[in-house]
């Protein structure tokens, strides 16, 4: 099955990437990497994601908003690609939590990022991370992750 | 017109670059990347850059420090390279903003950075970019970025 | 010396390094990078590190947290590689400080990890580095650090 297929299967599409400033690309390819920018929740007229994680939301809010982050990270991945199938693996993932002072399980909310890139690329989805939590984020977003693709 | 050149159009003029610890280098080369250690902007007789963006500086006086990093970072980068010649590519920028509890205009502030990086590079200037809000930065600086670079 | 004989001389005991999520590595390597998971200092029975830099911790504690992170990215290296040897250069250091508002002695704390790498990999353990302060970190850790080595 390919990522594309995999994801269709799970209901999820993919919005079109596009960036908002001319001097930024939504991700850039040297070699046999591809960096994308960083990436925060997309806000729709059902769902607003401003505030942080630890006290506008919980953890399994959170969780859902690292899912959201991936799925808007593929998106970027298939607009530069082309084709999620030229994914060879996720490398490397940084995710950032907009959080209060003192709060601690900025794992458990990125594991919502890191399990969705597990579902769709299965072995080759499997990453190195680290997981912070940060003082603020662009438009006060609940987190922002950024990834490194190695690709064919 | 070689990145130098347009540079010395600009009125920029790029100071010598050195590491300020025997462990650490200004940049470190791998293949075809480019590794630079992060930047604050330059504290001189007439500006001392220490505060917050979003409490002691403006978004307008941060985008002014992310233009001095960006131009520190070239400095880093020639003292490296030699010659901003041999730079294909600018890759990936962390555009990290010591802020204000709240303060959500982190990409307003890196435009500074990018817009500069844009300028010297024309299209090879434009970058994969995350630009978030952080607790804290050496000497309470305003503003710390990193850049990797492809080269030739 | 190799790096392992180095270790024991100095009387460092790497541990065994695991990942503690399906979907996360101890490190990925993609052609000849090496990309790690950040890691926090471990706790031990002796020694349970939760809280900031700044305020619980001394900038002298956050250099001795910083160092176990160095040998915790040692041993988590050596877990993927099977041996340090296997190391040509440590490229990139992004180390993260949980600190107290205010606080600017983030290069200081970090120094406890780039001067381990220096001692261990000679001048191939000369790297280049951010030091930057967080908001918060897992388990209010008062450190995480993550890294990218060069192997062959």
């Known amino acids: 099955m390919t990522p594309e297929e995999k ?9 079109e990437a596009s960036s908002f400033h001319p ?15 960083g990436t ?11 505030g942080r994680v630890g006290e506008t939301y919980s953890v399994e809010e959170g969780y859902q908003a690292a899912r959201l982050c991936a799925i808007q990270q593929l998106a970027m ?17 940084l995710g950032m939590v907009n959080c209060a002072p003192g709060f601690g399980e900025q794992p ?3 594991h919502g990022f890191s399990e969705l890139m597990h579902e769709v690329f299965g072995e080759r989805g499997v990453h ?3 997981a912070v939590g940060l003082q603020g984020l ?6 922002e992750v950024e990834t490194i693709f190695e690709i064919e």
Chains 1, 2, 3 share one sequence.
Do not use: F, H
């Open 128 to 130: 190195a991370r680290s």
């Open 23 to 37: 001097a930024m690309a939504v991700g850039v390819v040297t070699g046999n990497l591809l960096y994308l920018s």
């Open 77 to 93: 991945a298939k607009s530069v690609l082309g084709d999620l199938g030229r994914v060879r693996r996720v490398v490397k993932v």
């Open 7 to 15: 994801l269709r299967e799970m209901g999820i599409e993919l919005a």
């Open 40 to 50: 925060t929740p997309p806000n729709t007229p059902e769902q607003e994601w401003r």
């Open 108 to 110: 458990a909310v990125m």
């Open 138 to 143: 662009p438009s006060n977003a609940p987190i």
